[in-house]
T-cell receptor
Framework: EPEVTQTPSHQVTQMGQEVILRCVPI?????FYWYRQILGQKVEFLVS????????KSEIFDDQFSVERPDGSNFTLKIRSTKLEDSAMYFC?????????????FGPGTRLLVL | RKEVEQDPGPFNVPEGATVAFNCTYS??????FFWYRQDCRKEPKLLMS???SGNEDGRFTAQLNRASQYISLLIRDSKLSDSATYLC?????????FGAGTRLTVKP
């Protein structure tokens, strides 16, 4: 069964550093997403991406964040100048529009710890 | 009002019990609805989509009432493996909003 993959599984970084989180969506999917989940809290939408551009973003997704699809398979989330409160699990997801419904498949996540 | 609100839980039930989860959403323009389950420290996994006509998948039944902006999930004959957090998810224009989740523990 196809699946979304993410690397690295864990990332530890110093406050102020930049991190890049990587995702490989399911190959025939057209829509890509990033979410974060702070420990013990709910999953929060960050951004959706379609046709090589951002289609929606939340209030969390400010200038500190950027996304890119650098080639035909990878989808990345860059976090510049990381802050302590960026520590969270970051999930990538992808979906194909099936019969007008969006169903998203999540990757296993990258656990980011900012020290 | 929260965008997606769920029963706070936790629900602790014996094996074989029937348990129901409720969810309400605030944006009447929401387009599609889902239940996901999330195991501890794992990614959310799609359990089922939710349709206005109601839908069933084995022991799981989901209902949507658009007029009341209400979604439900019924689990019959619960198994130990059903223990997880159940997330109500509402989608509008590719912006998926999650409820805080309801934790279910099924005990022997």
């Amino acid at each position: 069964e196809p699946e979304v993959t993410q690397t690295p599984s864990h990332q530890v970084t110093q406050m102020g550093q930049e991190v890049i989180l990587r995702c490989v969506p399911i190959s025939n999917h057209l829509y890509f997403y990033w979410y974060r989940q702070i420990l013990g809290q709910k999953v929060e939408f960050l951004v959706s991406f379609y046709n090589n551009e951002i289609s929606e973003k939340s209030e969390i997704f400010d200038d500190q964040f950027s996304v890119e699809r650098p080639d035909g398979s990878n989808f990345t989330l860059k976090i510049r100048s990381t802050k302590l409160e960026d520590s969270a699990m970051y999930f990538c997801a992808s979906s194909a529009d099936i019969n007008g419904l969006e169903t998203q498949y999540f990757g296993p996540g990258t656990r980011l710890l900012v020290l | 009002r929260k965008e997606v609100e769920q029963d706070p839980g936790p629900f602790n039930v014996p094996e074989g019990a029937t348990v129901a989860f409720n969810c309400t959403y605030s944006n009447s323009a929401s387009q599609s609805f889902f239940w996901y389950r999330q195991d501890c420290r794992k990614e959310p996994k799609l359990l089922m989509s939710v349709y206005s006509s109601g839908n069933e998948d084995g022991r799981f039944t989901a209902q949507l009432n658009r007029a009341s902006q209400y979604i439900s999930l019924l689990i019959r004959d619960s198994k130990l493996s059903d223990s997880a957090t159940y997330l109500c998810v509402v989608n509008l224009n590719n912006d998926m909003r999650f409820g805080a989740g309801t934790r279910l523990t099924v005990k022997p």
